[in-house]
């Protein structure tokens, strides 16, 4: 990186007390949650559509779910994160 002119660097974060990462592990898991909620009720919106337009709401559904389960860090339930989509391969 340093051949190329780049710089990198890490930083780490730690909580400032001992309640702070567990409320932060449920903010982020109830942001989630709700991403899950609104994919899971566009899905269930485009089962009643057309052939060609529900393929093309699945797909774009597809990749928000990729999208959100790339900062889906602190996981909620399960049963939140199923939906018509989850059980297919992308």
């Known amino acids: 990186m340093h051949a190329a002119?780049?710089?990198?660097?890490?930083w780490l974060a730690r909580p400032a007390s001992?309640?702070?990462e567990p409320e932060?592990?449920?903010a982020m898991s109830a942001a989630r949650a709700q991403e899950y909620a609104v994919v899971r009720a566009e899905a269930e919106?485009?089962?009643?559509?057309a052939d060609a337009e529900?393929?093309?709401?699945?797909?774009?559904?597809r990749e928000e779910l990729g999208r959100i389960?790339?900062?889906?860090?602190?996981?909620p339930p399960n049963e939140t994160r199923?939906?018509?989509?989850?059980?297919?391969?992308?």
């Open 45 to 49: 919106t485009a089962v009643g559509l």
């Open 18 to 20: 001992t309640g702070q």
């Open 5 to 10: 002119g780049g710089t990198a660097g890490i």
């Open 69 to 75: 389960r790339r900062r889906d860090f602190f996981p």
């Open 82 to 90: 199923r939906g018509p989509l989850s059980s297919r391969s992308p």
């Open 54 to 61: 529900r393929l093309r709401i699945s797909r774009r559904l």
């Open 24 to 26: 932060l592990g449920a």
